[in-house]
């Protein structure tokens, strides 16, 4: 058979159930292949729409993404999908033409260095030689996209080699001598963490994004629960442990909550789970939480010790450890009075700094609300994707986030464009879910296009647009820290959402009043396919609190 | 305090960080890699993206041609050396790693000096190359090419040695290294 026939067995092998891409010159055979493959494949409008849409459904069904791409700019558009997902730990598979062999190098029409340019921003890349190797190619980069820290794999085919005829045998091994992922966590090491908790007067359970991916949030919760364990998440770890709840302090880092960041600060235990001290986390590296000693459990040794040394590490499968942790710590003799004391300092934050806004005194939408108003008009039974920006944050801290793999976003590489297409991603994933996404007026569009693939489709997300005429997070940026001199940042009254859900085929809605906002917002999730609504929100609000770049926590602002 | 197998508790006072720590000295890596296209880029762009700095580097084959070597060498005082082969040991093409340990290693380099060489000067020249048991390996009127084979420190010294007498250029390969004993590297 043709080696692309051989792939389509290649991706059936491995379970994929429908692919994102647009076709080009020099993956036609693939395409042809697709033809009567049997597999689903969604026509996208750009790349990098189908890159977010693989990097969606994966984070909505922790399975493997997949999107193609042809060569040249085919390639380069999806890029920025690419490093999203290495930035987010996203196991996806991305599979580009490439000019025939004999062009390699000549710069030919539609030639670029794909495996090159995506080299520093994949978890590996196969560029293919013989048409032999693309099965094995193939199976490899699906089982190093989703094992170990998953990531983006890219398979880059030659025009030529992709149309030969091979005899397809199917892969049933992987042969890679240099990839052999730790999961296991060593048992001592997970006795000392135990020991140590035990013994900590101010402990914090500091979790990331590696819970979710390892479908650790039961054992998360059950670690937590084993004692009164103050937890925090990060924005990528929203929905690993059920918030709201007692002794959930809200999301820490520059927009989390004080009481998290300040209890960080105190304390004097850290355990950090499937979270990598990034600096929206830590601030001021020098700083951060001087009072600590480190348990960090990472499937990713080199993320131990990276930023912040570590007293325990334990490199493994989160939710393995957190499962052989919690037997541990129940097997020793700790007494819960102890963290009285740390409960009283944490509820005094909690009762001075609440998250709060001013809300409008007339019909007008504070975006806070509009988050509030949605959570309300969901009751929370939704798969919530959103944008970057303002918007972003006050979704991740109004929006209480119950479970795992209900809040898409794009929280390492903060992609603007993000939000519409892995919505799509994420609803083609779970068709009997309610899937909104929460947009901004800015970044939705970067990616607007996907909604004629929605329309076409029948894929019925709900886009909810936070409408304030801004690049908002830019613009709250330059009032505190550029002398409110408002440079590029005001995008008018453009475009006219309603007159443009309409071109693309989807139902466009404009919502304006808070009164009537939570029974508006039901009548819009009710209405059949994908709908597009632009809710008028307060244009010059800021995000609050705030850590300002570089500070410490202590420092909080607003 | 907190023994194994005993329900005692930590003293958190006690814990010390591991890792993230710079040892202040030279480190020999000795890597090796699958024999695929493209390793050696990925290596070089690993360095170059984590702002790590290579001194040395060289590239060879091994006794099996799926396999190569690559020995590099940079400073501990610059870099968490931990931090550099949990990296390195990221990039799926890298098999192995070991962090050559100075005393149970044997390391060498080739260099090639040529000197210029006036009139009576070639005398010199030529003795302390014999004290450094190196090899001229080109000789002309104005000038000598002397092949050096040791380690860093020889190298290095030979070089301050011919130095003022005029040294025209010089080319070092970086360090190989091999681990002593029967074990494998
Ligand atoms: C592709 C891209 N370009 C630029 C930025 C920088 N940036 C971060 S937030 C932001 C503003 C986003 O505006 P909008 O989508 O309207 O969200 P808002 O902050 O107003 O809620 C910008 C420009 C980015 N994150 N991504
Ligand atoms: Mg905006």
């Known amino acids: ?558 | 305090m907190g023994e194994p197998g005993t329900k005692e508790l930590l003293s958190l006072e006690e814990l010390e960080a591991a890792g993230g720590l710079r040892t202040g000295r030279k480190h020999l890596l000795s890597i090796l890699v699958e024999n695929k296209p493209g390793v050696l880029t990925r290596i070089a762009g690993l360095f170059a993206r984590r702002g790590f700095n290579i001194d040395t580097l060289t590239v060879g084959p091994t006794d099996d041609d799926r396999v190569s070597r690559i020995t590099l060498t940079l400073d501990g005082a610059l870099h968490p050396i931990d931090q550099v082969t949990k990296q390195l040991h990221k990039l799926v093409n890298v098999i192995k790693i070991r962090d050559l340990e100075p005393d149970d290693t044997v390391s060498r380099e080739l260099a090639l000096f040529k000197v210029s060489v006036d009139g009576n000067q070639r005398g010199e020249v030529m003795q302390i190359c014999e004290i450094f048991r190196g090899k001229v390996v080109d000789v002309t009127k104005r000038s000598l090419i002397v092949e050096i084979t040791g380690t860093t420190d020889k190298v290095e010294a030979f070089e301050r040695m011919v130095r003022p007498f005029g040294l025209i250029e010089m080319m070092r390969t970086g360090e190989i290294a091999i681990s002593r004993g029967r074990g494998e590297t």
Request: hydrophobic share 40%; charged share 20%; net charge negative.
């Open chain 1, 1 to 558: 058979m043709r080696a692309v026939d051989a792939v389509m067995e290649c991706l059936k092998a491995e379970g994929v159930e429908v692919v994102f891409g647009l076709p080009g010159g020099a993956n036609l055979p693939t395409y042809d292949a697709f033809y009567d493959a049997g597999i689903r494949h969604i026509l996208v409008r750009h790349e990098a729409g189908g890159g977010h849409a693989a990097e969606g459904y994966a984070k909505a069904t922790g399975k493997a993404g997949v999107a193609l791409a042809t060569s040249g700019p085919g390639a380069t558009n999806v890029i920025t999908p690419i490093t999203d997902a290495m930035m987010d730990s996203v196991p996806t598979v991305f599979i580009t033409g490439q000019v025939r062999t004999e062009l390699l190098g000549t710069d030919g029409f539609q030639e670029a260095d794909t495996i090159g340019i995506s080299m520093p921003v994949v978890k590996h890349s196969f560029l293919i030689q013989h048409p032999l190797e693309i099965p094995r190619a193939i199976h490899e980069a699906f089982h190093i996209a989703r094992t170990g820290r998953p990531g983006p794999v890219l398979v880059d085919i030659p025009q030529d080699l992709s149309r030969a005829d091979i005899q397809y045998e199917p892969v049933n091994d992987v042969r890679l001598p240099g990839y052999q992922p730790t999961t296991e966590g060593n048992t001592k090491q997970i006795r000392q963490a135990a020991k140590a908790l035990a013994a900590a007067r101010r402990p914090v359970i500091y979790a990331g994004g590696g819970v979710i991916n390892a479908n650790g949030a039961p054992e998360l919760t059950e670690f937590c629960l084993a004692d009164r364990f103050p937890v925090t998440c990060t924005v990528m770890g929203l929905g690993a442990f059920p918030a709201p709840h007692e002794q959930w302090l809200g999301m820490l880092g520059m927009h989390g909550t004080r009481a998290a960041n300040y209890a960080m600060d105190e304390a004097d235990l850290i355990c950090a789970v499937g979270a990598r001290f990034d600096d929206r986390i830590t601030g001021k590296l020098s700083e951060f939480a001087p009072r600590a000693k480190f348990i960090h459990i990472d499937i990713d040794p080199a993320e131990i010790s990276k930023n912040v040394p570590a007293h325990i590490p334990i490199v493994g499968d989160a939710k393995n450890i957190l499962a052989k942790l919690v037997a541990e710590y129940r097997a020793l003799e700790f007494d819960s009075s102890r963290l009285d004391e740390w409960w009283t300092r944490i509820g005094g934050w909690r009762k001075k700094y609440p998250l709060r806004y001013e809300d409008s005194t007339d019909n007008e939408i504070k975006p806070q609300y509009m988050i509030q108003a949605l959570y309300e008009a969901t009751g929370g039974e939704a798969i919530v994707t959103s944008d970057v920006g303002q918007h972003q944050m006050w979704a991740a801290q109004y929006f209480h986030f119950s479970k795992p793999r209900r809040w898409i976003n794009s929280g390492g590489l903060g992609t603007m464009g993000f939000g519409l297409p892995a919505a799509m991603g994420a609803q083609v994933g779970c068709p009997d879910q309610l899937v909104c996404c929460i947009a901004g007026d800015g970044s939705v569009q970067m990616n607007m296009q996907e909604l004629a693939t929605c329309a076409q489709e029948k894929i019925p997300i709900k886009v909810f647009i936070m409408n304030n005429g801004y690049l908002g997070m830019v613009r709250q940026w330059q009032e505190l820290f550029w002398d409110k001199r408002y440079s590029q940042v005001d995008m008018g009254d453009f475009p006219d959402y309603l007159k443009l859900a309409e071109a693309y085929g989807a139902t466009g809605l404009r919502f304006t009043d808070k009164r009537t906002l939570v029974s508006d917002m039901k009548d819009a999730l009710a209405t059949e396919g994908p709908v597009l609504v632009d809710v008028r929100v307060t244009r010059e609000e800021n995000t609050y609190p705030m850590i300002p770049a570089g500070q410490p926590a202590r420092e909080m602002v607003g």
